[in-house]
């Protein structure tokens, strides 16, 4: 790309500027990690609470109508426990808390699809650090209001609204990382951003763990999502814009101009958009289809006996998850990009019907397993921050990162709320589901056959 003055005047960030921006991601995506772990941990109670106020009933679907019809207040004290003594309660939310899973977790991933197409183009149109920023306040701010839910649909909304930051804060944080490291550092760098949800979720869960989340004690852990409000603020303050989105936006002699949402469904950039639709969702439906039923499955074999051993559950497979996209990127450089999705594929598809098959949540093997489980599955995280944005030029960097992982979030939730009524078929049997949708993994094994070979793209100029 030819540069004109403005753009010449434009220099690179310094290593200390480089760390800034590295400390930022890390931290925005970390934080992000706590929402995706909160409903995991709080469902079930939640769940419980409401069927005390007579919010669920049986045969019932969503009643969207008391979003607005129910105050927005703590409902706990409305809640009847001694209702709950009751077999036939007992039996209704045994077979709801599945499908109520499957719902949170559909609107999260509806909500951060849409977040993630929201923020990606502010990002390519305003700026990697205000995408960053309005992606933070708009998780913390909407997960803080959970707090107040009192009905399991209003709960539901204020999930999907706070997943909006969520989605939006995966492409502005790896477009501004992957453009001010150079192309030697970014394997490293994308296992450190794809472990650090992982870290947020093991955090939350330790927290869990040591604070018992159970039916009349669970609102607490909303409040917890609203304090990276401070981090967006100091993002604001102290993060430096990404050089090369600044180049682009000057523009030289060849700069693109067009900067459209829809840019990157145009026939010129179709085919790799499509292709890193499929690269996202399919892991991203083993994590939130089929992994994620390794918690509930936990707090249903020992009942309310052990309120921790969901937390354990989720500890175990984020603390492998942490390892395993650490070293993803890492892999990807040593192994070759589509070597090592192949691979993950194939022994994430290995184990989790290991697992699902031969284990149950007593068996001395179980937490071993599930750290083992998160470990494999998780190696793609840390494979996708450094594969997605090499498939974009800069102009639509953001944008392509953001449509491939949150449009793959879109599968996904179709998928989740699938894996609900595979669950509902199974009669709540978190085992027989997990055996249906690991299967997903093998279409992992042909959609990287189709992939290109992006080892050589650099994405520190403004192409």
């Known amino acids: 790309m030819s540069t004109g003055p403005a753009t010449a005047t434009i220099p690179d960030l310094n290593q200390s500027q480089r760390n800034i921006v590295l400390a930022a991601a890390f931290l925005g995506w970390l934080c992000a990690g706590v929402q995706m772990a909160q409903m995991n941990l709080v469902n079930g109670s939640a769940t419980r609470e409401f069927a005390a106020q007579g919010m669920i009933q049986a045969g019932s679907s969503l009643n969207l109508g008391q979003v607005f019809t129910t105050p927005l207040l703590p409902g706990s004290a409305a809640a009847d426990f001694s209702r709950l003594d009751d077999p036939e309660l007992q039996k209704l939310v045994g077979q709801r808390t599945p499908l109520w899973f499957a719902w949170y977790n559909a609107a999260f991933l509806f909500g951060a699809a849409a977040g993630g197409l929201v923020f990606g183009w502010v990002g390519d149109r305003a700026g990697r650090v205000r995408a960053m920023v309005l992606s933070i306040l708009c998780y913390s701010v909407f997960a803080g209001l959970c707090y107040y839910a009192s009905s399991p649909e209003q709960l539901l909304l204020l999930r999907g609204l706070s997943s909006m930051g969520v989605g939006g804060m995966w492409p502005a944080a790896v477009s501004l990382a992957s453009e001010a490291w150079s192309s030697g550092s970014r394997p490293l760098l994308s296992g450190i951003i794809g472990s650090s949800a992982n870290v947020g979720i093991c955090g939350m869960g330790v927290i869990g763990w040591q604070i018992p989340i159970t039916q009349d004690s669970w609102r607490w852990v909303m409040p917890i999502a609203s304090v990276p409000i401070l981090l967006a603020i100091a993002i604001a303050f102290l993060v430096p814009e990404s050089p090369a989105w600044q180049r682009t936006k000057l523009g030289g002699s060849n700069a693109p101009k067009k900067k459209s949402l829809w840019e990157v469904f145009e026939p010129k950039l179709l085919p790799v958009t499509l292709i890193g639709i499929a690269l996202a969702g399919i892991p991203l439906l083993g994590g939130w289809g089929t992994t994620s039923w390794l918690i509930p499955w936990s707090e249903k074999a020992v009942g309310r006996a052990d309120p921790g051993a969901k937390a354990i559950a989720s500890i175990m497979r984020a603390g492998g998850g942490a390892i395993g996209s650490f070293l993803g990127g890492v892999l990807a450089n040593l192994f070759g990009r589509r070597g090592t999705y192949f691979t993950i594929s194939l022994a994430s598809l290995l184990v989790t019907q290991w697992v699902f098959w031969f284990l149950t949540p007593k068996s001395p093997l179980f937490p071993g397993s599930v750290f083992l489980v998160g470990f494999i599955s998780m190696i793609y995280f840390g494979w996708l921050p450094l594969y997605l944005p090499e498939l974009f030029p800069t102009h639509v960097r953001a944008t392509g990162s953001g449509v491939s992982f949150n449009f793959g979030r879109i599968g996904t939730a179709f998928g989740v709320l699938g894996a609900g009524a595979v669950s509902t078929f199974f009669q709540g049997d ?33 192409d």
């Open 430 to 462: 978190y085992a027989a589901t997990g055996r249906v949708t690991s299967l997903v993994y093998l279409l992992g094994m042909i959609a990287i056959c189709f992939a290109p070979d992006t080892s050589k793209r650099k994405l520190t100029e403004g």
